[in-house]
């Protein structure tokens, strides 16, 4: 089994940034990727973005590019997501995800390659 735990959500207001940090433990830990996905009020829970464990390649939604960041320390089992220009329609609950078992490319559906989730962490940015 694989524990993951986000923390660093918060209120901001909209131009603010905030660094998402998500750290998993358990069993021995060498996921393929990690992924960020995000679930607004109301909305369908979507990808953000997703990192090799290994080579680093990262992947990003349209809405994510240019603004967000993922990255990963891999001596202490963790990864991140630094939100810069942060708009109000970044609100959302943002989940952090570990994928065990298949190697991700563009290509991927991102969604359903993973398999641990944490319990997400709020983001509120307001106007």
């Known amino acids: 089994q694989v524990q993951l735990v986000e923390s660093g959500g918060g209120s901001v207001q909209a131009g603010d940034s905030l660094r998402l940090s998500c750290a998993a433990s358990?069993?021995?830990?060498?996921?393929?990727?990690m992924g960020w996905f995000r679930q607004a009020p109301g909305k369908e829970r979507e990808f953000v973005a997703a990192?090799?464990?290994?080579?680093?390649?990262?992947y990003y939604a349209d809405s994510a590019k240019g603004r967000f960041t993922i990255s990963t320390n891999n001596f202490k089992n963790t990864v991140h997501l630094q939100l810069n220009s942060l708009k109000p329609e970044d609100t959302a609950v943002y989940y952090c995800?570990?994928?065990?078992?298949?190697?991700?490319?563009?290509?991927?559906?991102?969604?359903?390659?993973?398999?641990?989730w944490g319990k997400g962490t709020l983001v509120t940015v307001s106007s």
């Open positions: 995800a570990a994928d065990l078992s298949t190697a991700i490319n563009s290509y991927s559906d991102f969604d359903e390659i993973m398999d641990y």
């Open positions: 990192i090799s464990w290994n080579a680093g390649h990262t």
């Open positions: 358990g069993r021995t830990f060498n996921p393929f990727a």
